[in-house]
């Protein structure tokens, strides 16, 4: 472990507190998908209204079965770590969470959507900036396999259609929550018309140069 990254996992409510941890070092996973310069040592566990105590019990045990402490102080959960990932499924909690972080300099990588608001997302990069801290946030979706490897074959489409799924968010925005996945897919250059709610999903139209 001396020669990996210790990450601390703040939060419990998303699959992806999970998931990551699970690449780190459940020794179930193909070789060939396992992550072996992190070791996640910590996580901090809460209700939120995207998940409920039984949900919660239920990560919680998994993740100390591959070595993962689980613990419900904040303190506890990042003492010793040299990185940290927010995985909070309710984006309101991103600010908050984000601010305790920040003030121990540690690389974070802040699990989409960025913030519940723009005023929020504007604050948080205000916060890395006073604290210079170094951050990430995306959805996995911008590094789709397909995606990726259709623009290293020089694609340069003049507009895109892209379909994503939008889900119904316990709390807040379905659309901040899921729909950031479709967004991401058009990448910074896009030139937005429209977005267009449908049942199956939100449908984004627009215009790429």
Known sequence: ?????????????????????????????????????????????????FQNKEGLDKRQAYLESIGVMVTE???????????????INDPAKHLEYFEKCAGLGKPIFLDKPFADTLD????????????????????????DVDFVDGLAKGVKPESAVVWGPVGRAPAGSSIVWYGVHAFEMHGPRRRQRECVRRPQGICLPCRLR
């Open 73 to 87: 102080d904040f303190d506890t959960a990042v003492a010793d770590c040299d990185a940290i990932m927010i995985e």
């Open 1 to 49: 472990m001396e020669n990996k990254i210790k990450v601390a996992i703040i939060g419990l409510d998303t699959s992806h507190a999970v998931e990551f941890p699970k690449l780190m070092q459940d020794p179930a996973v193909p070789e060939q998908n396992q992550v072996h310069d992190l070791v996640a040592t910590r996580c901090l566990r809460f209700e939120t209204p």
């Open 120 to 143: 929020n997302a504007v604050r948080i990069m205000q916060i890395a900036k006073e604290n210079n801290v170094r951050f990430f946030t995306s959805s996995s979706l911008r590094y």
